[in-house]
Nanobody, 123 residues
Framework: VQLQASGGGLVQAGGSLRLSCAAS????????MGWFCQTPGKKREFVAA????????YYADSVKGRFTISRDNAKNMVYLQMNSLKPEDTAVYYC?????????????????WGQGTLVTVSS
């Protein structure tokens, strides 16, 4: 599976962005997907995850109520709608494919990663 993330950019605090992740392959609807973020010198951090069917979603406490993860299995796409952005949301965001049907907050549960897309939130 290959993953291609896009949609990052520069936005003012309080603004919105939608990240997209395109996945290759014919089994997209059989595994969970996740979004993680990373800043220089820090470990990759969990942001959000979604189960294969899209029926279950999980969020880091820091983004609950502001970010929404969704997927379109017909298009092999997963999205991260980011609202009310804060300067501390600035990071490179990665989409990832879970080894399992469900999503997870643990990076080790994922076996494929996209290249990352940079989100910069100015104050």
């Amino acid at each position: 599976v290959q993953l291609q993330a896009s949609g990052g950019g520069l936005v003012q605090a309080g603004g919105s962005l939608r990240l997209s992740c395109a996945a290759s392959g014919r089994t997209f609807g059989s595994y969970g997907m996740g979004w993680f973020c990373q800043t220089p010198g820090k470990k990759r951090e969990f942001v959000a995850a979604i189960a294969a069917s899209g029926g279950s979603t999980y969020y880091a406490d820091s983004v609950k109520g502001r970010f929404t993860i969704s997927r379109d299995n017909a298009k092999n796409m997963v999205y991260l709608q980011m609202n009310s952005l804060k300067p501390e949301d600035t990071a490179v965001y990665y989409c990832a494919k879970s080894r399992f049907y469900s999503g997870s907050s643990y990076p080790t549960a994922y076996d494929a990663w996209g290249q990352g897309t940079l989100v910069t939130v100015s104050s």
